[in-house]
């Protein structure tokens, strides 16, 4: 069976240091994957999505960016925190004959 | 226009209660439609597809219509596990695969 892993669980980070959060999928070959953030009491913003190694789509301008070095993996990054970066990332895997999104069990990370 | 739209809440019925939640989506080209119900920190999960033709799951009956671009899910005798927040889900597939999710509703039931 397919599962996501994403880690760590919660982070505490000073505002202007890097951040490197990584996701892997297990027991699927060619994912969609997909970073999500959802900020305290909002929906989920869709950050990147990727369909490929090295593919990476963006969609919304920001302090951040997305790298799929490996099919089943996808790694979220930032050179600098911003405050506003605070919130909940969730990493999401799909294939193309299972259209829904499975959600790895995020990251709270806080900005301080 | 957001993508995906929906009534933020909350909606706070007893139990037993009949609830409706509705959603829009903006692109005619979607493909697939989902809800998900989130409980306070935690991950989204599937909750059911939604189909052209309608589909129950139990207590649950999501609704697709394309022409008006809306999709709707009830839930009918709620229970107090109901509580937690719906979110409706547009898969734009093809090239894109984009998964666009509407900020959520909010559902509290009380005893």
């Known amino acids: 069976s397919q599962t996501i892993h994403q880690w760590p669980a919660t982070l505490v980070q000073p505002v202007g240091s890097p951040l490197s959060l990584e996701c892997t999928v297990e027991?699927?070959?060619?994912?969609?994957l997909y970073w999500y953030r959802q900020a305290a009491g909002r929906g989920l913003q869709l950050l990147f999505y990727?369909?490929?190694?090295?593919?990476i789509s963006s969609e919304v301008p920001q302090n951040l960016s997305a790298s799929r070095p490996q099919d089943r993996q996808f790694i979220l990054s930032s050179k600098k925190l911003l405050l506003s970066d605070s919130g909940f990332y969730l990493c999401?895997?799909?294939?193309?004959?299972?259209?829904?999104?499975?959600f790895g069990q995020g990251t709270r990370l806080t900005v301080v | 226009r957001k993508e995906v739209e929906q009534d933020p809440g909350p909606f706070n019925v007893p139990e037993g209660a009949t609830v409706a939640f509705n959603c829009t989506y903006s692109?005619?080209?979607?493909?697939?439609f989902f809800w998900y119900r989130q409980d306070c920190r935690k991950e989204p999960k599937l909750l059911m597809s939604?189909?052209?033709s309608g589909n129950e799951d139990g207590r649950f009956t999501a609704q697709l219509n394309r022409a008006s671009q809306y999709i709707s899910l009830l839930i009918r005798d709620s229970k107090l596990s109901d509580s937690a927040t719906y979110l409706c889900?547009?898969?734009?597939?093809?090239?894109?695969?984009?998964?666009?999710f509407g900020s959520g509703t909010r559902l509290s039931i009380r005893p």
């Open positions: 027991g699927t070959s060619n994912p969609n």
């Open positions: 692109n005619s080209a979607s493909q697939s």
């Open positions: 889900v547009v898969n734009e597939r093809g090239s894109a695969s984009k998964i666009i």
């Open positions: 939604v189909y052209s």
């Open positions: 999401a895997w799909s294939v193309e004959e299972v259209t829904e999104a499975f």
């Open positions: 990727s369909v490929g190694i090295g593919q």
